[in-house]
């Protein structure tokens, strides 16, 4: 796979990010353009700048470990962007190709076997969701299916979370900080993208986002990525109005790609409390009045 582009794009970016002050250079006066100048990324690393050049040309390939690590400190790359080079330099170098695909898994593709809908079901008091690289929703418990009522709401939405925070105005009131939310999926999604860049169906649906959502576009371009493993979200429910939730993302090790998602509330909490109204609304949705944001 020729991912040039992509390889320099994401050093660019991750030059500019860095300022002389932050690297320990002193800030001269002449500076064109913000970050780093390629000669000070190539001294850091101690590598030639010509050769710097050349990697941010976009060519990855044969690259040693040693330099991709050094390359990273001078870029002061966090563990998230690490990773990202590494994979990038991998499917440059071919080596990805090595090793097994990672199995595709679209909600048409990939059904639950019934002893992981069942531990889903099990958990009772929060929302639990599967879900793949591109943010489908594989599969879910009623909290979770409750939770996300506007997602499955819309059919357009393809029980996809990417799609529903960019294209679904319900996203908006879903999202109390929606420019986070929209952060933190276009990250996920880049993320995927060097990890797994032979996904055709990752790559039809960013080309989609891209097309419809000028958000979206203008943070594809940033080249940011992270890793999702813990934190806290906020909600605004039509139903119970908002909520604050810990979430916690687990890798499946019998299913690579995927992730096992849990919320929580606090206990004790007003969110502990709105879940508990959630779970009544899910078995019983006719005797609850939606919540009123006034």
Known sequence: MDNRE???????????KISPEQAG?????RRRVPGLRRSEVAALADVSVEYYAKLERGNLAGVSPAVLEAVARALRLDDAERAHL????????GTDALTP???RRSKDQWKPHLSLQWTLDAITAGPAFVRNGRMDILAANQLARALYADVYASPGNQANLARFNFLD??????????????????????TEAGRNPHDKDLHDLVGE??????????RWGAHNVRHHGTGTKHFHHQAVGDLTLA?????????????LTIYTAEPGSPSEEGLRLLASWTATPQT??????D
Do not use: N
Request: aromatic share 8%; no cysteine; charged share 25%.
């Open 209 to 218: 986002l891209s097309t419809r959502s000028d958000d979206f576009r203008t």
């Open 101 to 103: 695909p990672r199995r």
């Open 86 to 93: 590494l994979h990038l330099a991998q499917a440059a170098d």
């Open 169 to 190: 105005p319900a996203s908006r009131r879903f999202y109390p900080d929606w420019d986070l939310a929209a952060d933190i999926a276009v990250a996920i999604l880049r």
């Open 25 to 29: 250079l002193p800030a001269g006066s």
């Open 6 to 16: 992509e390889v320099r794009e994401f050093l660019t970016s991750r030059r500019a």
């Open 288 to 293: 609850v009045t939606p919540h009123s944001s």
């Open 247 to 259: 979430y916690e993302g687990l890798e499946m090790a019998a299913e690579p790609g995927l992730t």
